[in-house]
């Protein structure tokens, strides 16, 4: 395992412990605690720029109020192709890597590669930025999760457009390998109909979900990448 990827996963997240927490917003110290995982042993080819961003971004958002201490951070790198994995869950107590896994993106956003993104309702494409989940249900699509996105202009409408977490048909690699993508959501990140309900039961009720695209204007406006830090965010952008 690189050191320095170590690093940056343990560093970033212990730092975490030091916050300027306000009486508002101060996690217990069991919440504390759980951003303080001992060693990490498998970041399961997630680069470590986009690893970065995510546990900055919610540093951020555990910094400002808006978000609680998070038991699970969900990395989603839509500048990969969806043939292969782009989805980790990581366990922030213990720095594991639960879940590496194949996710689908919005039929509007692009066909093996995304390439646009909305916020828009009807627009059947994916957003970017910064997601808490919530509460499950069974719908259309089965066994689901609600997301509540948390960027305004980028994925803040996302219960009313029903952006949601589940599994479906289309996410397998046998599709994948038949027509040279992942069959596309309306917008929502779906999984393979096998692993869905675990990681949905092992995300759910306040983890966060970190949508990843190099967007020049996600990546210089959010206030989640901006906001808390010195200087701007710079990553190559699309």
Same mark, same amino acid.
């Given at each position: 395992?690189?050191?320095k990827?170590?690093?940056?996963?343990?560093?970033?997240?212990?730092?975490?412990?030091?916050?300027?927490?306000t009486?508002?917003?101060?996690?217990?110290?069991?919440?504390?605690?759980?951003?303080?995982p001992?060693?990490?042993?498998?970041?399961?080819?997630?680069?470590?720029d986009?690893?970065?961003?995510?546990?900055?971004?919610?540093?951020?958002?555990?910094?400002?109020?808006d978000?609680?201490?998070?038991?699970?951070?969900?990395?989603?790198?839509?500048?990969r192709?969806?043939?292969?994995?782009r989805?980790?869950?990581?366990?922030?107590?213990?720095?594991?890597? /639960?879940f590496?896994?194949?996710?689908?993106?919005?039929? %509007? $956003?692009?066909?093996?590669?995304a390439?646009? #993104? +909305?916020?828009?309702?009807?627009?059947?494409?994916?957003?970017?930025?910064?997601?808490?989940?919530?509460?499950?249900y069974?719908?259309?699509?089965?066994?689901?999760?609600?997301?509540?996105?948390?960027?305004?202009?980028?994925?803040?409408?996302?219960?009313?457009?029903?952006?949601v977490?589940?599994?479906?048909?289309?996410?397998?690699?046998?599709v994948?390998?038949?027509?040279?993508?992942?069959?596309?959501?309306?917008?929502?990140?779906? /999984?393979?109909?096998?692993?869905?309900?675990d990681?949905? %039961? $092992?995300?759910?009720?306040g983890?966060v979900? #970190? +949508?990843?695209?190099?967007?020049?204007?996600?990546?210089?406006?959010?206030?989640?990448l901006?906001?808390?830090?010195?200087?701007?965010?710079?990553?190559?952008?699309?």
């Amino acid at each position: 395992m690189n050191r320095k990827l170590i690093s940056v996963l343990g560093a970033t997240v212990l730092s975490l412990a030091a916050l300027p927490w306000t009486a508002q917003s101060a996690p217990t110290p069991g919440k504390i605690a759980a951003y303080a995982p001992a060693a990490v042993n498998d970041l399961g080819g997630i680069s470590p720029d986009v690893l970065d961003l995510a546990l900055r971004a919610v540093q951020c958002g555990v910094s400002s109020g808006d978000l609680a201490a998070p038991p699970t951070l969900t990395v989603i790198d839509y500048s990969r192709p969806s043939v292969v994995p782009r989805l980790w869950v990581f366990d922030l107590k213990t720095g594991k890597l /639960l879940f590496k896994e194949l996710v689908a993106h919005g039929r %509007n $956003t692009g066909e093996n590669l995304a390439t646009q #993104f +909305s916020d828009a309702m009807n627009s059947h494409q994916s957003s970017l930025g910064l997601f808490v989940t919530s509460d499950t249900y069974v719908g259309n699509n089965g066994y689901s999760l609600r997301l509540d996105g948390l960027e305004p202009g980028f994925n803040a409408h996302a219960r009313e457009r029903a952006i949601v977490m589940h599994g479906a048909p289309y996410v397998n690699a046998k599709v994948a390998a038949a027509q040279g993508r992942l069959g596309r959501s309306w917008g929502c990140p779906a /999984l393979r109909e096998a692993v869905a309900r675990d990681v949905i %039961n $092992t995300i759910q009720g306040g983890g966060v979900v #970190f +949508s990843y695209y190099p967007d020049a204007q996600w990546l210089k406006t959010s206030r989640f990448l901006n906001g808390c830090a010195r200087t701007p965010t710079v990553l190559a952008t699309s």
